[in-house]
């Protein structure tokens, strides 16, 4: 039940306003190694602020593809999903848990996750609230799920990272996490793609998917499927 109420605030996210034109992106030429690398360095910029800690080039890539070594997802696909997540403006700001609305049960579970991790929970960055609807910021790190989400994973990050308690504000932990929900679609694992582009897609709305994976100039799992190639063609392994 958290984890839909946590679809459906990405969704709101997207409709208010955040909407990245697609066809525009996936019809043009192919990228320039000039123009990937602009990506994750904005990339790597937006999580350094989010995180609260320097991230280089350099970690997104040995994130991706430490990633990908425990869950079997191509690090190409985690790139071009970041990357999709950045354009998406889901990096962007930065609040503490009383700016960002959280209701006192999500407050609650936020401060235990910080004191597991012994952080001082008045200081850890989470979204802000959003501007264009009504409702609340609270979603943390990179994989950006809100608290109550991330109790949920816990046990599966730990699992396949040893990490006990996981870490929301940590690269790798947070991209391991994205890893694991997207492999919730049957084939992500197997590299097919067109289930690689549906899981982006239930990824940002759960059950609304297929909203964001249609033909109409709205279809992000191929814009993720676009950089993933991108990325792989022009800087390789």
Known sequence: MEEKKDDHEKLLSIQSGQQYQIKSDITRNKATLSQINSKINKLRAELTNILGSSVSFNDVISASKYASKVTGIRKDYLLGVLVVESNLGRYTGGC????????????????????????NY????????????????????????????????????????????????SLTDGVVTMALKLTKVNGVTN??????????????????????????????GDLVLYWADNYEKLLGD
């Not at 959280?102 to 012994?118: A, E, P, T, V």
């Open 122 to 169: 008045k200081k850890m960055k989470v979204s802000c609230p959003p501007s264009g609807y009504s409702g609340t910021g609270g979603a943390m790190g990179v994989a950006q799920f809100m608290p109550d989400t991330w109790i949920g994973y816990q046990s599966s990050i730990t699992a396949v990272t040893g990490h006990n308690p996981p870490d929301p504000w």
């Open 96 to 119: 503490d848990y009383k700016e960002s609305r959280m209701s006192d049960y999500r407050k609650g579970i936020f401060r235990d996750i910080c004191k597991g991790l012994k952080y």
């Open 191 to 220: 590299h097919k793609e067109s289930a690689e582009a549906k899981a982006y897609c239930v990824y940002l709305a759960g059950n609304n998917w297929a909203s964001y994976c249609d033909n109409n100039g709205t279809n992000y």
